[in-house]
Each structure stands twice: as structure tokens, then as C-alpha cells.
């Protein structure tokens, strides 16, 4: 219950009824995760497991031992990329931007089997077993493992569906006219796996009524609730109200809390412009996450972290000649050291020492203030001017990604003392530490590169930046990841760089 007055003192025995002990009498926070889920999960790991050790004894016999390992990982892949790509969540997307809903969970499933198959083989590629690995194998494996997750898919899709057609939809009302309503009405009357059928929308601002855009009607105001619920035999009510109407929420509960209703609140967390929002249980107690990094999770952090090293090494080993020859050009046309190092603010706002290729002559009078690079500006070497217009200075910051300081996708990070300018004119500048900086990001292929000169004329374009950063911590996947990766070399010589 939802102490809203002063003079509460009286009703604290009353409320605390509610609560055996002070605590809540039942675990408030449920998973959307059903035993169905736990099902498809299990029922794709076994099966996809026992797929490639029948085909390897099919073909192989006796030899096929080699594929017990490979097995293992396949599970491994399995969780992993399923988990992360939402495969069997109860819910419809959209597909090529198009609402789908038995098709959507197929193209699901098969883009989260192509990355399983990719990182087996890559997996392969890297272990170099004993025995040569039949191509076959894992060809009919890929495509029997596919087939048959794709059959178990469609097998609960339908047994689900036919729990919610031939089962009375649940009458549901929505308190709240406001946007995080009408994204709720859309997504439960939607949603093919969810039972619920929104008859209409209350809500006690008159403008906010007159507004309303959604798909359900308006039906009025609270003071009609209890009549409402009579009418339509209402057995669900969602309460999509601000954190702020809190005390009208309470007001609501305690209008129908002698009724035999679900009462869910949907508080519009997303109004505040933080990042990561979230919900947690603790013991029972339901949290909301207002502002969390997303690299907080543990898997999270290991596929990035393992990606961006694997990708890092192979790169320095790759580009090894043009490192060698770019440090050459640097050494021999200008005096100086062949890097530069810089103290720049890294995950969590720590200070890290990023390095780049010294692309300036070496100066002794600026007694250790930052000068920003200016356009044209003499400071600037001839192979100094190029490798920052091909960003090639920036490729020894892939020793910084081996190092666990940066990572190779990330808010690009800036010298101290831009972040202290920008801070005090953009809000929330400083939620784009929340994770590793990275040497390219989202900001980077859209464009949004410069504007930090330390002026009021760029805060625009430093916020759009920001922004942009924000965006992808909030969006963050292993697939954004590497789409980034993919586009970047082609943004190089599109940028206004100096």
C-alpha cells in the first residue's frame, strides 16, 4: 500500500495487513520465462547436440570422437546466441519492418542458427583438431540442427496458440492515456501468445483523452472505474501511469482493492533520460533500474571482451607491415617519439592512457595545457595530416583493446578536459562511460565526428554525439557490434577529418 498523506500514523497497522511481518508475502517479481521456454531451450541443445554426434558416427564411426568437444561447444553457442537474440521470447517483432507473428520467431531462429554455425566453424578453425572435420558433417548437421528447431518452434508455437484461441481472452482495461499506454494496448492486443483483450483506455486528464491516438477507446475517468470493470467484467487492469502520479496510483488501488482483479503497474521509467533501464528482484523486493550499464552482465561481458581480443590480435597481425611502415614515416620525417599517449576517461569515468600514432610536431611551450587540433592546422606533420585523415592514428589503440582498457566498439573517448567542459553544458554527457570507449563507434558511422573543440558553437553537434553513444549503450548486441565493425572502413575517407 502507498503511503500518500501525512497523517498515515492511523492506518500503518491497516496498511502493514498487507505485508505478513513488514515484508511482502509473496515474490512480487515474476520472469516472463515460462517452462515452455525452459522446454524450447533444452529440446534445441539436445537436439542440435545429438544431431552432429549422430552424423559424425554415421559417417565416421568409431573416428568420430574428435566431435564430443565440438558437441560441447555447440550447447555452449546454442545458450549463448539464443539467449542473446531473445529466440524464444513470448512476443512478436517486426521483420524487414513489417509486423510479423508466426514468421518472426522463424527468422529468429535462423539468424540466432547461422551465428551458432558461423562460431562453430570458427571454433574449428582455431583448435585445429587432430582429424580433418568432414565438410559434410557440419553441413547436414547445420541444416538437419535447423530443421529441426524450426519444427520444435512451430510445434509450441501452435500449441500455445491453440491455449489462447480456445481459451476466453481475459477482458483487460488500461489506466492511462499517455504514449507508454498506446504502446501497451498495441502490444497486448498484438501479442498472439498473451490472452489479453484491452476493451479501453481511462484516464482523468480531459487533454490527455482528447488526444488519445490509440487502438482501444476512451471510456472516461476514474470515477467510472468500478462501473467499468461491472460493465465489461474486467479481469485485468494495467496502470500505465508516471512515477510521479504515484499517489494516484495508490488512490486507484484503493478504490478497487475489494475486487478480484490482476493489478499491474507500468510505471513510464523511460521518462527520465537514463540508461539501461531495468528491472531487478532483490530477496523478493522488486527494483527498478533507472540508470545501469549494460556491462554488468556477466555474459555480456565475456563475448564482448573475447570478440574484441580475438579481432584485435588478428588485426595487429594483419596489418603488421602497414603499423611497421606508418611508425617508420612517423620516426624518420618529424623529431619526437613514434606514439602519442594521452590520459582520456575510460569505463566508469576511470582514467586510462590511450595510444596513437604522433601525428604533431613535438612542442615544449604549451607547459602542459591541452591545444586542440584546429583545421589547417601547423602543429600538424605531411604524414601526420594523412594517417589522421585515414584514421590511421588511431590504430594503436588496438593495443588498448588487448590491454582490457578499450574495447573495439564503444563511445570514442575524449581528453579529460572535454569531457569537464562538455559535462557542464550537455546532461547526462557523462552516462556514455558507462561502458568501455572503443575506437569506433555508433556516433562514427553516422557521421557525427569533431565538434569538441571546447566551444558553445558545437554543444549541438557534441549532444547529437552523445546521443548517438547513449543510443547504443541502451541497444547494445554482439550483431551491432559487428555491423559496426563492417561499415567503418567504408565511413574512413567519407568524414570531414583533420
Known sequence: MIKTTKNTTKNTDKEEKYYLGGRPSKKLYRLHDTLLVYGQFCASIVSSTAIMMGTAYWFLG???EEYKTLAVVNG???YIFYTLLGVYHQSDGNLFGRIRKFFFGLWIITKAWVW???SSVFFVLITKPTNELLSSVIIIWALLGLLVQAGI???TFFISRYFVHFTKPIPTLVIGANPIGEQLVNSLNNNTWLPDKVLGVIDNDV?????????????GDTNYLKKLIKQYSIRRIYISLRLNQSIEVGDIIKQINDQCLDIIWVPDIFAFPMINHGIRELSGLPLLVLSGSPMKNIKAILIKSILDKIIAFNTLVVLSPLLITVALAVKVT???PIFFKQKRHGWDGSVIEIWKFRSMYVTKNNHGKLELAQRNDPRITRVGKFIRHTSM???PQLFNVLQGTMSLVGPRPHAIEVN??????IPNFMHRHRIKPGITGLAQICGCRGGDDCTTKTLDRMQMRASLDIKYINNWTLLLDLKILIITPFKLFSQDVY
Do not use: Q
Request: charged share 15%; glycine share 6%.
Open 153 to 155: 518452434y512451430i510445434l
Open 62 to 64: 568409431n573416428d568420430a
Open 207 to 219: 487533454e490527455a483523452r482528447s488526444s488519445w491516438t490509440g487502438s482501444a477507446p476512451i471510456l
Open 116 to 118: 551458432v554455425v558461423l
Open 420 to 425: 569537464h567542459f562538455y559535462s557542464k553544458h
Open 76 to 78: 555452449l553457442l546454442v
Open 393 to 395: 592514428d588511431e590504430l
Open 334 to 336: 618529424s623529431h619526437g
